[in-house]
T-cell receptor, first 109, second 116 residues
Framework: KNEVEQSPQNLTAQEGEFITINCSYS?????LHWLQQHPGGGIVSLFM???GKKKHGRLIATINIQEKHSSLHITASHPRDSAVYIC???????????FGTGTRLQVFP | EAGVAQSPRYKIIEKRQSVAFWCNPI?????LYWYQQILGQGPKLLIQ????????DSQLPKDRFSAERLKGVDSTLKIQPAKLEDSAVYLC??????????????FGQGTRLTVV
């Protein structure tokens, strides 16, 4: 079992839909990152969370430390949001960055 | 603030050739990571440095892969000789030390390697 699990693996949506991507982890963490990866491989950091909730534009990220779970929400989705979204946690004990396998999102006009 | 710099951005080589990737982390970041991301999979840790020392290289294929961070700043990752299955994106990330105020991880753009 992976230490970081994401769901769903693949997601398609119509433009304007509300999207949720989930991340569960099994290790103690000091921080959790939500990353966006476009074709070509480059990674952009969207959020770093250690508690609570953060919002940036149409993106919202939440984390529940007790339940070891985080969600990334996209409101009013747009085709340019199409990308792979990756959850990564920083292990409190080992300082490792552990990545989930990513969620491939496609938003159609 | 400048980000994590990686070069080259893309590389195509023939199998059995050698290749080297370079990473310059955020200034002052003690921890540097190299990851391999095969298409359709999540990134896999190859090696983790704390300053110029190796913290974890358990998943680094040491018969062909090597990495160094001599002065505790920038780092190089080398593959010699390359195999077809090494085709992947190689990602570098850096972060400050846990317990300090500078713990956010930053990620490079990655180097896409194609071995033909």
């Amino acid at each position: 079992k992976n230490e970081v699990e994401q769901s769903p693996q693949n997601l398609t949506a119509q433009e304007g839909e509300f999207i949720t991507i989930n991340c569960s982890y099994s290790v103690g963490i000091s921080a959790l990152h939500w990353l966006q990866q476009h074709p070509g491989g480059g990674i952009v950091s969207l959020f770093m969370l250690s508690s609570g909730k953060k919002k940036h534009g149409r993106l919202i990220a939440t984390i529940n430390i007790q339940e070891k779970h985080s969600s990334l929400h996209i409101t009013a989705s747009h085709p340019r949001d199409s990308a792979v979204y990756i959850c990564a946690v920083r292990s409190y004990n080992t300082d490792k960055l552990i990545f989930g396998t990513g969620t491939r999102l496609q938003v159609f006009p | 603030e400048a980000g994590v710099a990686q070069s080259p951005r893309y590389k195509i080589i023939e199998k059995r050739q050698s290749v080297a990737f370079w990473c310059n982390p955020i200034s002052g970041h003690a921890t540097l990571y190299w990851y391999q991301q095969i298409l359709g999979q999540g990134p896999k840790l190859l090696i983790q440095f704390q300053n110029n020392g190796v913290v974890d290289d358990s998943q680094l294929p040491k018969d062909r892969f090597s990495a160094e961070r001599l002065k505790g700043v920038d780092s190089t990752l080398k593959i010699q000789p390359a195999k077809l299955e090494d085709s992947a994106v190689y990602l570098c990330a850096s972060s400050g030390t846990i317990g300090t105020a500078n713990t956010e991880a930053f990620f490079g753009q990655g180097t896409r390697l194609t071995v033909v």
